[in-house]
Structure formats: structure tokens, C-alpha cells
């Protein structure tokens, strides 16, 4: 297990709320964390005591925020709101998604300016460290006041009600705390508001869309050379001096990474002097097509990591005497970066369904759909009618989320982010792409195959090896179902990435160059 993380004073990265999640770091509240947590908590009860006016403790809630509510309704109004705001519909997330909720509010409660108790606090750690996760449906959150109705339904455990995820079943959260001999959670004033008013459902799917569009983006790079190579293409556009003229960051560590994977190909060399004069766009622009995503990506990753370790509910408590009813709870800020984020990974998944394309044609001395008895065989002609499908489903999913709003809450909140169906849209979208990349991956297998005995450089081999572990060499026709679900697993799995990175440490090649992780995904 990794060292201890500090809830409230260390600082959280993708990598960091990753690990907790899956158990390889234990996470604490820091003794700093405790004592602002512990005041924080005074300051509401100071408020409620002396009848100050201050938004969610002691009155309703959005356009009810006019309304008092009397000093012994204030523990009432927390058991309300989280029971009447729990109106999620659809499938229920994943479960590593709900952990990675509870871990960043955790993470926002602890800063100490939302007036929650320790011992909430520390039954929700609880719940990370005993996996005990509670379902949350998938659809109902606008983006803005928070992430109002998944939130409601993560937390109705705290108070007995709900379901979980229990020692491998779903069970009712009384009978958990039933066998656990444990009581529900007594809420304070605020805490009902602080626990649902916040951002985490957005940022927890940002956070996982991170580390997902990170690996495809090292995938698409090694299968997209890997085509390359299938296709007799050059690497002359990859060169350091062209990209210097235009120096994109994202666009030079891709043509590093494109030059060192075909550095040493005797492929290449074979066909140095041939009268082939240029390539296709899809496999000679790979520096700038992969590189704007890669940029989109990098953009989406910044933001995460300011918004792990921001506060994001409302009202916030400075002091008993110093109340603010903001907007950090608004899902703009994430939004706007999670659909650039989903146009990037579908044009990733665009240029990979061209270059599948280009390798079943019979072009560049390739046999017509990559098998030698085309004809009686229809070889690989199909399995580009599924890229089809996919890049088209994923043109669809890109109109912005964000681009819309309806106003909520009786025009209280007239104008929502909608930031929860960004996030959820672009992992759909890296999903398809996944599917996409295992068919250019099984394309250009079986493409590099029809240049044997000549082989690529070091890390493409180690590649191509690895993809016939899993995928054998096809001569005739079988259900290619089975082999594009066998290489979606190595990629998915990260394990593909993970080969050629350990091929290029082997061989001294820096795939990534001078550029290095700031997000502990590496």
C-alpha cells in the first residue's frame, strides 16, 4: 500500500483519488483537517443560536430560501432534503465512480468551510474503507446548485436509508448497519445541504475520463504507428525541425513518440527510396490530429486537479459572523473542458477508422481486406463497418451539453451547466473509442504480418508479439467478435501501453521525451 493521504491539507491528483479508490492508498483526515472541521461546525451552531439568517441552515432551500425554518426544525430540514432531492433515474454508475464521490467530498468537507461534523466525516471514510458504496442512478443532475440528485442519493446511507454495494451484493443500508451493529448518522444543521451541494458527480466522472482518455491517447500513438508500419508509410512528417516551426507541445511529444517507435525499422528502410511521395493525411498529420487532443486532454486535467481540491457547495462559513451564498457549486468551470475533452476523443477515433480503412483497400501491396483469399473469404471488410458505426455514434454525442441550459428551481436557478451529462457523454465517447482502437490494433497486426520476415522497431515489436498472445494471425474467415473483444481488453486493462513502455525502458527509448506526468498516471 502507497503512503498515507492527508484528507484536507495534502494535495489530491488524479493518480491520488485513483488509488484511494482502489484501495492501494489509505486515506486519513489530517489533524489540521480535524480542527477546521471542528470549527467550521461551531460557526453553524453559533448561527443557529443566535437566529442569524444564513441560506440552507435556517431557511428552505432554493426558491424557498425566504423561508425560516425555527432552531429545532433546523436537524429536520437536513433529514428532508436529502429524502425529497433523491429523484435519480437510469442505471446506477459504476461503483468505482460513487468511491471516487465520497473520496473527493471528503476531500471538499475537510478544507473546513461547510459546517459538517466530524463524525460525518468519519462515517463516510468508513464507507470508502469497507466498501460499503452506496447506488447512485445515473441521470437527473442539471450541473449546477451541485450535483443535487446523485449526491442525495450517495448520502441517504449516512442516515439509514438507500442501497449499497455490500460484501459483493446490493443490499438495503438498514440491514447493513444492522449486521454492522452500527446507528445512522445524527445531522446537524447544514450538513444535508453541504453533503448535496457540490460537484463531485461531474468530477468524479472527469476524473476517470482523465485516466481513460490517457490511455487511449498512449494507445492510439503505438497503433497508429503500428499502421504505419502495416502501410509502408514514412516517418519524415515526424521529424523534430518540422515540428519546431510549429511547436505545439502536444504535437512534438506526439511526433517524438511516433519517431522513436519507428527509429531502427528494417520496414522502413526497405522502402526508404521508394517513389511514394507523400502519405495519407490519417497517417501523416497523426502529430497533429493526436496532438490537439492530446492538448484537449491536458486542458481537462489541469482543471480536474483545481476542482479535487476545491470547495464547491454553498453557503460557505468563514465564521459565525462571515457567511457567503456563492456559486461554486455552478459545474461550468468543468463542463465547458469535458466537451472539448469528448470532440477530442471522437476525432482520436475518427482518424483511427481511416487509417482501418486504408489498410483493407488493397493498396500499397496489402491483399484486398487483408487476406489472401478474398472472395470466398470476406476477411476484415466488416469489422471497419463497426469503426463506421462507432465514430458516427460518437459524432452524435458531441453536440456540447454545456450549450444547453434550462432553468430549475421555480428560475431560482436560471442557467445550470448540465456538466453531468458532459461528463457522462465523454466517456461514452471514450468507450467507443476503445472498440475503435482494437480494431485498428487488429488491422494492423495482421497487416504487419504481409511484411514478415522484415521487422519494425524494438517497442513495435514488443507490441506485435503481445497482440498475438491474445489474436492469432487470420488466413480465413471466424467470428472476429472474439478478437476485437480480446485486444479492447489489453487495451482497456492499460496493458498494452504498459508493454510498449516497458519494451522502450528496455531498449533506452524515452517515449515521452522531456515531457513529463504531473497527474501520477505514468
Known amino acids: 500500500m502507497n503512503d498515507v493521504f492527508k484528507y484536507g491539507t495534502d494535495h489530491l491528483t488524479v493518480g491520488a483519488v485513483l488509488d484511494i479508490a482502489a484501495g492501494k492508498t489509505r486515506a486519513v483526515l489530517a489533524p489540521e483537517a480535524v480542527a ?165 458527480f461531474i468530477l468524479a466522472f472527469a476524473v476517470k475520463a482523465v485516466q481513460r482518455l490517457h490511455n487511449a491517447l498512449e494507445a492510439a500513438d503505438i497503433i497508429g504507428a503500428l499502421s504505419l508500419e502495416g502501410l509502408m508509410g514514412t516517418a519524415k512528417p515526424f521529424d523534430p525541425r518540422l515540428h519546431a516551426i510549429r511547436p505545439f507541445p502536444g504535437n512534438q511529444l506526439v511526433a517524438h513518440r511516433l519517431k522513436t517507435m519507428l527509429d531502427n525499422s528494417e520496414i522502413m528502410a526497405s522502402h526508404v527510396d521508394c517513389g511514394r511521395v507523400q502519405d495519407p493525411y490519417s497517417l501523416r498529420c497523426m502529430p497533429q490530429v493526436h496532438g490537439a487532443s492530446r492538448t484537449a486532454w491536458l486542458h481537462l486535467a489541469q482543471l480536474t486537479t483545481i476542482e479535487l481540491n476545491a470547495v464547491t457547495d454553498n453557503p460557505i462559513i468563514f465564521t459565525a459572523e462571515d457567511t ?131 521487422k519494425s522497431g524494438p517497442v513495435l515489436e514488443a507490441v506485435h508479439r503481445y497482440t498475438r498472445e491474445k489474436v492469432s494471425f487470420a488466413n480465413k474467415d471466424r467470428i472476429f467478435a472474439y478478437d476485437i473483444a480480446a485486444l479492447h481488453q489489453i487495451i482497456t486493462d492499460q496493458s498494452l501501453v504498459r508493454v510498449a513502455n516497458e519494451a522502450a525502458t528496455q531498449h533506452q527509448l524515452p517515449l515521452n521525451g522531456i515531457y513529463h506526468d504531473q497527474f501520477g498516471l505514468y
Not at 431557511?59 to 433523491?86: M, V, W
Not at 431560482?412 to 451529462?421: L, W
Open 324 to 454: 457567503i451564498s456563492g456559486g461554486n457549486f455552478h459545474g461550468q468551470p468543468m463542463a465547458l473542458p469535458l466537451d472539448y475533452a469528448t470532440i477530442a476523443a471522437a476525432e482520436l477515433g475518427n482518424i483511427s477508422d481511416r487509417r482501418c480503412y486504408m489498410m483493407i483497400e488493397g493498396r500499397y501491396g496489402l491483399p484486398k481486406l487483408l487476406i489472401e483469399d478474398a472472395g470466398l473469404n470476406s476477411g476484415f471488410m466488416i469489422p471497419q463497418y463497426t469503426t463506421a458505426a462507432l465514430v458516427t455514434e460518437n459524432k452524435t454525442l458531441c453536440f456540447p451539453a454545456s450549450a444547453d441550459s434550462v432553468p430549475t428551481s421555480l428560475g431560482q436557478e436560471d442557467h445550470v451547466s448540465m456538466g453531468s451529462i458532459s461528463g457522462r457523454k465523454l466517456n461514452q465517447v471514450i468507450g467507443n473509442l476503445e472498440y475503435i482502437l482494437a480494431i485498428e490494433l487488429l488491422y494492423a497486426a495482421q497487416a504487419v504480418d504481409f511484411r514478415r520476415p522484415l
Open 36 to 200: 477546521r472541521v471542528k470549527a467550521s461546525q461551531e460557526n453553524v451552531q453559533t448561527i443557529v443560536s443566535q437566529h442569524t439568517t444564513v441560506y440552507g441552515i435556517n431557511t428552505g432551500f432554493g426558491p424557498l430560501c425566504d423561508t425560516k425554518i425555527s432552531e429545532a426544525d433546523t436537524r429536520a430540514l437536513q433529514y428532508n432534503i436529502l429524502q425529497s432531492h433523491s429523484v435519480g433515474v437510469g442505471e446506477s454508475i459504476p461503483e468505482e465512480i460513487a468511491r471516487i464521490m465520497l473520496i473527493t467530498k471528503v476531500h471538499a468537507l475537510a478544507q473546513g468551510y461547510s459546517g459538517a461534523a466530524l463524525s460525518t466525516l468519519e462515517r463516510i471514510i468508513w464507507h470508502i474503507e469497507n466498501r460499503v458504496t452506496p447506488l447512485v442512478p445515473e441521470k437527473g443532475s442539471v450541473g449546477a446548485s451541485g450535483d443535487l440528485a446523485p449526491l442525495s442519493h450517495l448520502f441517504l446511507p449516512l442516515i439509514g436509508l438507500g442501497k449499497v454495494w455490500y460484501k459483493g451484493q446490493v443490499t438495503d443500508m438498514q440491514q447493513v448497519l444492522q449486521q454492522e451493529q452500527m446507528q445512522p448518522v445524527v445531522l446537524g444543521p447544514k450538513e444535508g445541504l453541504a453533503l448535496i451541494n457540490g460537484t463531485q
